[in-house]
């Protein structure tokens, strides 16, 4: 059963409790429930202080990427007006609370804009966050370049806009980090962080993209429970006290520090940073940016005052460096569900994204809650009669190999109470921290997973009778598992082409731009499970044989054709011509350098479809 969780919880309806501080940046408060990890002390470098100036709010030296005290610019692509022809997006940079609200210049081509001017989101100590919301009148015939400057100083920036009548084109990458299992050696085998970055932006420079869309595992935020601040909490053998046990205000103020700092150093240190200054992003959520497997965890974990109240932190954060929003703001700035963060984008006139937010609101049984479909597709029924694809970025792949021989397996070690078995606790392939199969959550995060079948049969049936009615081409992306591939829902009857098939909805899976590929041995045993199988009577779905040569000519290992253990990203591109799709996935080579394309196209839905 659901246990029902104290009305003192921080929840999507009062909002977090916020740490108060006094004029020292020290956080107000009484003592903590348990005694836990001391202060951070000055120089600790997964500390507030070990990145900033607790004083004043200045940045430290390697932080820095401009002669000022601002983190970033960060761009991020909020939508296009259609109506006015016009491009917005958004800036979001972080200044030392004592700095004046910073303002960006634009300059298309006329001359330089009136500044815009900045909104304040948040603080945290001594630093405060701003988005700056700007726009850009769309040419008709030709894209343009447009060049930016924060506070009308420092380096000149500059990021591409399409023209109303040009061709729109958008990247896609995932699980930008590593996992903690990963050792130096592996990183340095694979050639360290950023041989896949590198290929994108270089492509960037040649022809840029308009959108990057960041599909899940934007950082790797699992490292919040190697503080010693848990060990308490988890050490509690009754699960149902352990779920009762309060969120501490020390776990509070641990959890806040974390998640900012965590934040600032994956995103402004690295390519990823570099990007967002040139490259727009567009972001959905994954397990990861929270921590692993959130929300496929039994109830009463998920139900804990702990998991509840955390989750909260690392949502506030997502909320300001991935969605340029606050809890209070969200809605105004166009996102929506019934709890979580979904949102719905016009890249120019013939494509829409949705990207739904699969995390907030996810349990054991449930990926969206019912309320959030119907507000979902509210949405795309209203979409623009130009709209000739609707591109549905999700955080794990929709089209994939079964892997219920693995569940039954976790479900037997469950069953049987095994994981109370003190040996067997110990072997940390089996048992996680919180006495669980160490696979389970991955299992259970599968839309193929036996529990969300229904669900999902249910909502690509939604979305089968908006392509239908609509005449739109729905394609599926996502990431998360560290490999790529294609697959494909289809019409059962193979009379029938694909321009004429409402039912045919191509997924695209492209994972990890960064992080460690799964070994052969895995891909071999889920490759053996990708199969045909039904949907129902009417709509089957496979995988693609893609990979009938690998990056170095020879044929995959194990004849894997079906899906490629290596890192990657994805590219689309409008055709307009025909209304086609382009779509590439870029495969890093052998020698760690550059990448090799393996391209798909994605037709437009002829309107003539077959019913």
């Not at 609200?101 to 001594?126: A, C, E, H, R």
């Not at 806009?161 to 990183?187: I, Y």
Request: aromatic share 12%.
């Amino acid at each position: 059963m659901d246990f029902p969780v104290s009305k003192t919880q921080f929840n999507e309806h009062d909002g977090m409790q916020p740490t108060q501080y006094d004029e020292n940046g020290i956080p107000r408060g009484g003592p903590a429930y348990y005694p836990g990890q001391p202060v951070n002390a000055p120089g600790d470098p997964d500390s507030y202080e070990g990145n900033f100036d607790a004083r004043t709010g200045e940045p430290l030296a390697h932080m820095r990427r401009r002669p000022d005290g601002i983190i970033g610019p960060a761009l991020m692509f909020v939508d296009t007006d259609l109506q006015s022809a016009t491009w917005r997006g958004s800036v979001l940079v972080l200044a030392p609370r004592s700095y004046s609200p910073p303002t960006v210049t634009l300059n298309d081509g006329f001359g330089p804009s009136m500044p815009f001017s900045s909104v304040l989101l948040d603080t945290y100590k001594m630093t405060a966050f701003y988005r700056i919301d700007i726009e850009v009148r769309l040419d008709v015939q030709r894209e343009k370049t447009v060049e930016y400057k924060v506070n009308n100083e420092g380096p000149t920036y500059r990021f591409y806009v399409p023209g109303q009548t040009t061709p729109w084109r958008f990247c896609f990458w995932s699980c930008n980090g590593w996992s903690l299992s990963v050792s130096d050696k592996e990183k340095k085998e694979l050639g360290g962080d950023n041989v896949v970055w590198d290929d994108l932006l270089a492509k960037h420079n040649v022809v840029p993209f308009h959108v990057q869309v960041c599909g899940g595992d934007q950082l790797y935020s699992d490292k919040i429970w190697n503080a010693e601040i848990w060990k308490p909490w988890l050490a509690i053998k009754d699960k149902y006290v352990r779920r009762d046990a309060p969120f501490t205000r020390e776990m509070a103020t641990l959890a806040d520090d974390f998640y900012f700092t965590h934040y600032a150093k994956c995103f402004f240190l690295g390519k990823f940073g570099e990007s967002m200054t040139t490259l727009p992003i567009t972001c959905i959520i994954d397990d990861h940016d929270v921590w692993d497997g959130i929300g496929s965890y039994p109830d009463y974990l998920q139900n804990s005052q702990v998991f509840v109240q955390l989750k909260e932190y690392a949502f506030k954060y997502w909320r300001l460096y991935q969605g340029h929003t606050n809890q209070q703001m969200a809605r105004q700035h166009g996102y929506f569900g019934a709890h979580g963060y979904s949102w719905l984008k016009q890249f120019g006139p013939y494509t829409a994204a949705l990207g739904p937010d699969t995390r907030y609101e996810r349990s054991l049984n449930q990926i969206i809650t019912p309320q959030t479909y119907d507000l979902m597709f509210d949405r795309i029924m209203r979409l623009p009669l130009s709209v000739k694809h609707l591109v549905v970025f999700l955080g794990v792949p929709i089209v994939y190999p079964r892997l219920t021989y693995i569940e039954k397996t976790l479900a037997g070690i469950k069953s049987i109470g095994l994981t109370k078995i003190s040996f067997l606790a110990k072997q940390k392939a089996l048992v996680n921290i919180w006495g669980e199969p160490e696979l389970s959550d991955d299992m259970n995060d599968h839309w193929t997973s036996e529990v969300h079948m229904e669900e999902r049969k249910q909502f690509v049936l939604r979305l089968q009778d908006f392509a239908r009615q609509r005449n739109v081409r729905v394609t599926f992306v996502a990431g998360d598992v560290h490999c790529c591939g294609a697959g494909r829902f289809a019409s059962s009857s193979p009379q029938l082409p694909p321009e004429r098939d409402f039912r045919f909805m191509p997924q695209i899976v492209s994972s990890a731009i960064m992080n460690i590929p799964p070994p052969n041995l895995v891909i071999r045993a889920v490759h053996s499970s990708a199969k045909t199988y039904e949907l129902d009577r009417s709509t089957d779905e496979m995988m693609y044989r893609l990979f009938e040569q690998d990056v170095n000519g020879k044929a995959p290992p194990n004849n894997n054709t079906k899906l490629l253990a290596r890192r990657n990203f994805s590219s689309y591109v409008e055709n307009l011509q025909n209304h086609s799709m382009i779509v590439n996935i870029h495969v890093q080579n052998e020698n760690n350098r550059g990448t090799k394309a393996y391209p798909i196209n994605v037709p437009a839905l002829d309107p003539s479809n077959i019913a």
